[in-house]
């Protein structure tokens, strides 16, 4: 088991940064790849980004490229979404998860979830 926690969220204003976090425990971390989905009221869950168990390879939605970066720290067991240029439509419930093997940017493919962390863009 992989339990995940994100935190990080908040309100802000269009234009604004934001760094999620999701800190995860249980089995060894450095052996998963990572992503980041959100949801948005009213509407399905998302893919944002994803990363590789060692950080090598990335994937991100176009709706974000070139605004948000994932990272992670397998040390700190802990894997980050930075969020730069934020839009209203960022605003979303953002989900943590993980997943043996390779990246996928398909929501059934993942195998744990956080429980999300809200984040909310004014205009």
């Known amino acids: 088991q992989v339990q995940l926690i994100e935190s990080g969220g908040g309100l802000v204003q269009a234009g604004g940064s934001l760094r999620l976090s999701c800190a995860a425990s249980?089995?060894?971390?450095?052996?998963?790849?990572m992503a980041w989905f959100r949801q948005a009221p009213g509407k399905e869950r998302e893919f944002v980004a994803a990363i590789s168990w060692n950080g090598g390879s990335t994937r991100y939605a176009d709706s974000v490229k070139g605004r948000f970066t994932i990272s992670r720290d397998n040390a700190k067991n802990t894997v980050y979404l930075q969020m730069n240029s934020l839009k209203p439509e960022d605003t979303a419930v953002y989900y943590c998860s993980a997943r043996l093997g390779t990246i996928t940017t398909m929501a059934l493919g993942m195998a744990y979830w956080g429980k999300g962390t809200l984040v909310t863009v004014s205009s």
């Open positions: 249980g089995r060894t971390f450095s052996g998963y790849a």
